[in-house]
């Protein structure tokens, strides 16, 4: 792997972040991640899908006619959606039904739809694959660190256990707002305003 | 007096101005000067005609007018506190009324001091690293935030509030005259929709102790009123006893009469505009003798005038929905964000079962629809014009 393609990986983490920068996917961000366990899990997933999407669009995106490539690319983002759900519903049911249908509204992520338009059309596998990668982890770290703030400070817990039991007792409370999805809008606002006050 | 003071102030000026050993703290410094006294600075081009009042001058009336209802509400805190819970008592001495008055000032120094210490440290930083001048609006919103908390807030909710309105509510858009929602009331919200327990219900109206959140269990008027259905008439609370304001609540939203007294300085002044008093009281009043035509169930059937004098809507009405930044600029536009703004309150108080009050979130409502409203009202006005204008060829 040449430096180009690892360049591709690591932009989207902060310089180019597909939420804090292009701001998209912003409606899955604000909906799943009340608690870190579905966040990580829709992380896993939307990345999982654009790295696949980017792949399969970039190997035929010779043979697309581009009058129909957007329905070209719904079609490939579907399917991969689908294979998710399924997967999910699977292994991982009780996640499955707390992400209810934010796992089926990743085919409208913007992110997703964006990077097939933007990199995958125009660019060879390898380089494809890295940049779903990128894209991916950049929305992944973002929804984590959401899902890890709003968790721990909405509900005292993370993963489920609770962590703050004993500052309970010294009279700290739960932070009802946080698990409110105005609270996760705010929070990324003022992520934006951090990253671009240490840009300036 | 005052001459070693300005002397002092114009002795450590230089250390203060660019170069100085000081330069970092210059809006600190600045804010300090023109506080004690009027800056002297002149217009040097453009328009020569300045108001004789500024920003400070202003905020400081608003202030003077505050504090009957904060007088007020100190008392209100105590009277409420050993009435309930050290019965019975000898309601009528001057002994009484002084240790009211001491109960309620422990309990509101505390929050008020907080309330100051957090947002002005805020403030002064925010100046400081954007070199901006600090502004006097804290001034005002530093004082609402304790007078329309419950009295048995948390201190550490009350800051966490305080920080949250004034990074979140002023400083991202730019600071005093730039916020779109009043940041006293977005504090009460922030601590409304994050911890409720501590906001809403009977157990935080009326204080168990002077220190701590203790407190003993007593509905507000309006809660009474959503809870059990009852008849406002014949209620504990006479037409009196509301007017005057002795009933649990907020700090310092209880009392009509006290907040009377503050709204004459500030229609007298001409600080707060009067069609919005007027729209809000107008407004709230349609709604409710509407509700009383309706009259489905007890809570309708109220009088518009039992509403002007429960919860926090003359509060609200004289010196939230007046708050000249968030307020629209346009006197048409006035005149329909007050409507609006106190008929709304009565309709979520009424209509709505999850909150007995609804001034707060109506007011934040319609400060959200405040600039579409100027910009209805000067596009109308434009297009009047412009009629009148081809019209005339």
Request: aromatic fraction near 10%; proline fraction near 5%.
């Amino acid at each position: 792997m040449n430096n180009k393609n690892l360049k591709y990986i690591t932009l989207p983490w902060r310089d180019n972040n597909p939420i804090t920068v292009q701001v998209l996917g912003i409606c899955s961000c604000l909906a799943v991640t009340a608690q870190l366990k579905p966040a990580v899990f829709m992380a896993v997933s939307v990345t999982a899908v654009t790295v696949l999407s980017n792949l399969i669009i970039s190997l035929l995106r010779n043979t697309i006619p581009p009058r129909i490539r957007i329905i070209v690319q719904l079609v490939v983002v579907s399917t991969l959606v689908v294979l998710v759900d399924q997967v999910l519903k699977a292994y991982f049911f009780d996640v499955s039904k707390q992400l209810s249908v934010f796992v089926g509204l990743i085919i409208t992520n913007c992110i997703v739809m964006g990077r097939l338009e933007a990199f995958a059309m125009h660019n060879p596998p390898l380089p494809s694959v890295c940049d779903g990668l990128g894209n991916g982890l950049g929305y992944s770290f973002i929804l984590i660190l959401l899902g890890f703030t709003r968790e721990l400070l909405g509900n005292g817990t993370l993963w489920g256990y609770p962590v703050t039991e004993r500052l309970h007792d010294i009279g700290y409370e739960n932070n009802g707002l946080m698990l409110m999805p105005p609270m996760a809008l705010i929070l990324i606002g003022l992520l934006i305003w951090i990253i671009n006050s240490r840009k300036a | 007096m005052s001459k070693p003071l300005r002397h002092f102030i114009d002795k450590i000026k230089p250390a203060f101005d660019e170069g100085g050993r000081f330069a970092a703290l210059q809006s600190t410094f600045e804010a300090f000067e023109t506080f004690a006294y009027t800056p002297n600075t002149v217009t040097k081009h453009g328009s020569h005609i300045r108001d004789a009042i500024d920003m400070k001058r202003a905020m400081i009336i608003v202030v003077i007018a505050l504090i009957p209802a904060l007088l007020f509400g100190m008392w209100n805190i105590g009277y409420q506190h050993y009435t309930a819970y050290v019965l019975p008592v000898d309601t009528g001495t001057t002994d009484f009324f002084w240790q009211c008055f001491g109960f309620g000032l422990l309990r509101m120094l505390p929050m008020i001091a907080v309330s100051y210490i957090v947002g002005l440290t805020i403030e002064f930083a925010f100046a400081q690293i954007r070199h901006h001048e600090v502004n006097e609006g804290y001034l005002v919103t530093g004082l609402l935030i304790p007078m329309i908390m419950p009295p048995t807030v948390p201190l550490w909710q009350l800051a966490l509030a305080v920080a949250f309105a004034v990074v979140v509510g002023k400083e991202v858009f730019g600071g005093t005259g730039m916020n779109f929602m009043n940041p006293a009331l977005l504090a009460r919200a922030f601590l409304f929709f994050a911890y409720p327990s501590h906001m809403s219900g009977d157990k935080v109206w009326t204080a168990a102790k002077a220190w701590g959140t203790d407190a003993v269990t007593g509905a507000t008027p309006l809660a009474e009123l959503k809870a059990n259905a009852v008849n406002i008439q014949s209620m504990q609370y006479s037409l009196g006893d509301l007017f005057w304001g002795i009933m649990p609540g907020s700090c310092c939203e209880t009392s009509t009469a006290a907040i009377l007294v503050g709204a004459i300085l500030l229609l007298v002044t001409g600080i707060a505009s009067w069609r919005i008093m007027a729209g809000v009281v107008l407004g709230g009043g349609a709604i409710a003798l509407l509700f009383n035509l309706i009259g489905l169930n007890s809570y309708m059937q109220v009088p518009f005038y039992y509403h002007y004098l429960l919860g926090g809507f003359m509060f609200g009405a004289v010196f939230m929905a007046t708050d000249p930044v968030t307020a629209p600029q346009t006197n048409p536009g006035r005149w329909i964000y007050a409507l609006l703004t106190g008929a709304l309150a009565i309709l979520l108080r009424v209509v709505n079962p999850a909150y007995p009050e609804g001034m707060m979130l109506s007011i934040l409502l319609m400060n959200c629809f405040a600039p579409l409203i100027d910009h209805c009202v000067i596009a109308v006005n434009i297009k009047k014009r412009s009629r009148r204008a081809t019209n005339k060829q």
